[in-house]
């Protein structure tokens, strides 16, 4: 009796396993596990003490977005269609000297804007990766 039931139990667990394996949702505008990204815009972007820049568009096909930042300047994103400007107060820190990759798939492909809140001029380099193979 007991090894029916845990027969059965294990035969109810392989075909849940199954099941989810064929029904899982990818996320959207991602790359798939294991395919490469490939780059479709890279822009270098200069924005004095301050300054708002829109840096992407809305865009339905974007796989991910890489941000490089140089130097000891941290910049504030905001990663939303929304009206509101990134400031000191609302956005998302990207810190200093570091080069982020924004999947597509958590951060999605909205219209993104920066602000700089350095007290110079800050140069950083924004891509925006569009297919995969």
Known sequence: MKKTLLFIFAGMIAIVTVWQ??????????APQGMAATSASTSQI???EGQVAQVF???????????SV?????????LTDSATLPSVNVGNLH???????????????????IYNQSATTSIFTVTEFTGFR
Do not use: E, H, Q
């Open 21 to 30: 394996s064929y029904n899982s949702i990818p996320a959207k505008a991602s």
């Open 95 to 113: 810190a200093a000297s570091t080069t982020v990759a924004y999947d597509a798939g958590v951060y999605g492909c909205g219209l993104w804007r």
């Open 70 to 78: 140089g130097g000891f300047k941290n910049l504030w994103i905001m």
């Open 57 to 67: 568009a809305s865009s339905t096909s974007c796989v991910s977005r890489v941000i």
């Open 46 to 48: 200069t924005l004095i």
